[in-house]
């Protein structure tokens, strides 16, 4: 018993030794996997960007809404509108350079609200903040909340419901990052054939480095210079965010009608840590319809030919600043209960009562345009209304159409101006009556003395009307104050705006009279032919030039107009061609025994010519 007791003790010892090596090959095999993966991993963050997984995506700062947020109200009464304000991309809005909030809205149909015992923020004021952008420690980026505090200011008794918006101006200076490693491809512009360690490749993607703009290809190439390369990259960025970008230095100084700054961005690129020189003359791009484009390169000797290809760094960063808008819409509804104060009349300034409702003076005035309501505040004197005005544009439209004649203020609630939708004028028209009309026409028989049409030009338009003449006329007429070009609609189809009654015909050394008529300069006798001798005042039948040239016609050798232009001639501004011009002319058309062929047989060596001897 005893020694089997043993001989068991034995093989326990053995089988525990079999299993204490295979559990040091099993550990042995899971470091080497896990090894295997992280350089797996580390090879990976080498081929593409910097391997920061917050700088991806399109968007900065965004404009968000509770949906605690009221989207109808009671005339009257209080409410509140809280706004979320986040970083959804990976910069950083620091306090020293804010981004800024600013609100507006309709005061016909809001009041703000800022008493003691409200803990909201004053609409009335810019709102200055900083936010911290995606990183380790703000995982999903920094966030803020303002809340707004409003009173819906009383409806007439007339009105059940209205809209109304309140708008939210988010700025913020931005910048965005991009690195990812690039070949310095050597080899590509020297002959050495020996493998190389990489090649130039492009660049392209629209996924975002964590910012509004976005850097979406870059086009590598080497440059051959005397005894070294040159690196230079072709820079391609589009502006995948809903704003608009400046390139401002902060918010204070943004204005994004302001053409100097409005779609800029400032590049900075490095290669290896050295600066490259972007641009021609600066470091700023200009953004058209969303994308731009920016050539950088390195500006030094300090890359030699003989080298071997080689990766390196290159990091691209685009400063700017960007505006987005958004709004909250509320609707505003009768209270049957609420007694409006006693100040409020019975429908608002831009309003009208008809047929016992209010309606925005636009949509009277449009279906009402002899009204004396509708009269005032007219762009110009003369002015009326049309069907097709509604209070349908914006600031920017409005004043941009004003000057046609599109746009009167004040006839619309809020930020809404009355504006024609329809007929749209072009540079050669002007608004009135609701109708587009050509300059000239306007200058010439409704208001000459509008100075910012008809006075710059310094004629008097008396006699003026769009004329279909040549430039080459119109030219002629303009020496003597006859003709102005860009007052016609279609003036590259020979329409231009004259007085050809004004027209001065040039002196001449001709003993034939030189006379205006249907606004050409023409001799006595090409005006006869032009009149088929109907020339009122001249004698176009006379056989001679008699004593006084202009009472006779004559084209040469002392031969009366008819004999010339009974035939039709080469030029019509020369109905003085001759008879036998225009048998040798049209000689192919004339058929043997012909009418034709009989008159032109009196032309020398008309037998000859058309037997073909």
Request: net charge neutral.
């Amino acid at each position: 018993m005893v020694i089997q007791i043993k001989n068991y003790k034995i093989r326990l010892m053995k089988i525990n030794n079999i299993n204490k090596k295979r559990s040091k090959n099993a550990y042995v095999n899971l470091m080497a996997v896990i090894m295997i993966i992280c350089i797996g991993i580390f090879l990976s963050g080498c081929q593409g960007t910097s391997g920061d997984v917050y700088k991806t995506g399109t968007q900065g700062l965004t404009i968000g809404f509770s949906s605690a947020n009221t989207k109808s109200i009671y005339e009257g009464e209080n409410f509140g509108l809280i706004v979320t304000i986040s970083n959804a991309g990976a910069a950083n809005v620091n306090t020293n350079n804010p981004a800024t909030l600013k609100v507006s809205y309709d005061d016909y149909r809001l009041t703000a609200q800022n008493s003691s015992n409200m803990q909201g923020v004053n609409p009335l004021q810019t709102v200055l903040f900083g936010l911290h952008g995606k990183s380790i420690e703000y995982p999903q980026g920094d966030q803020q909340y303002f809340t707004y505090y409003f009173q819906a200011r009383p409806l007439t008794k007339l009105r059940e419901t209205s809209t109304t918006s309140v708008n939210f101006n988010l700025c913020y200076p931005y910048t965005t990052q991009f690195t990812t490693l690039t070949c310095i491809d050597i080899t590509s512009v020297t002959n050495d054939q020996s493998p190389a360690a990489c090649t130039v490749q492009t660049y392209s993607g629209t996924s975002g480095q964590g910012a509004p703009m976005v850097v979406t290809k870059i086009e590598p190439q080497i440059l051959l210079q005397s005894d070294s390369i040159r690196p230079q990259f072709g820079i391609y960025i589009q502006n995948a965010g809903t704003g608009y970008v400046t390139d401002a230095d902060t918010c204070q100084n943004t204005d994004i009608n302001n053409k100097n700054q409005a779609n800029k961005v400032k590049v900075t690129a490095m290669l290896s840590g050295t600066p490259l020189k972007c641009g021609l003359t600066d470091n700023t791009v200009n953004i058209i319809d969303g994308t731009g484009f920016i050539r950088c390169y390195l500006d030094d000797n300090s890359i030699v030919r003989n080298q071997r290809n080689y990766q390196t760094p290159l990091t691209i960063t685009l400063a700017y600043t960007y505006v987005t808008i958004d709004k909250q819409d509320i609707e505003i509804k009768n209270n049957p209960t609420y007694e409006a104060p006693s100040t409020q009349g019975a429908c608002n300034s831009y309003e009208i009562e008809y047929n016992g409702k209010c309606m925005t003076k636009c949509d009277y005035c449009s279906g009402n345009p002899t009204d004396p309501q509708c009269q005032v505040n007219a762009p110009f004197p003369g002015f009326t209304f049309t069907d097709q005005f509604s209070c349908s544009c914006d600031i920017d439209q409005c004043n941009a159409g004003a000057g046609k004649g599109n746009c009167i203020k004040g006839y619309c609630p809020g930020d809404l101006y009355c504006c024609l939708s329809g007929a749209q004028c072009d540079q050669y028209q002007v608004q009135y009556n609701g109708k587009c009309i050509n300059k000239c026409d306007y200058c010439a028989n409704i208001n000459s003395s509008d100075g910012s049409v008809c006075g710059a030009q310094g004629f008097n338009f008396t006699g003026f009307s769009c004329q279909n003449i040549t430039s080459d006329q119109c030219d002629n007429y303009a020496t003597s104050g006859a003709c102005i070009k860009g007052y016609c609609g279609g003036s590259n189809s020979n329409s231009y705006c004259a007085n050809l009654n004004k027209q001065v015909c040039p002196p001449t050394g001709s003993p034939e009279a030189i006379i205006l008529y249907g606004g050409k300069c023409l001799t006595i006798c090409q005006a006869c032919g032009a009149t088929n001798g109907a020339l009122s005042g001249y004698n176009c039948d006379a056989s001679s030039t008699g004593t006084d040239p202009k009472t006779s016609c004559v084209c040469s050798g002392n031969t009366p107009y008819k004999f010339y232009s009974t035939y039709p001639t080469r030029s019509p501004n020369n109905p003085c061609h001759s008879k036998c011009d225009w048998c040798f002319e049209n000689i192919a058309k004339i058929s043997l025994g012909s009418s034709d062929a009989t008159d032109c047989g009196a032309c020398p060596s008309w037998t000859q010519t058309f037997n073909g001897d």
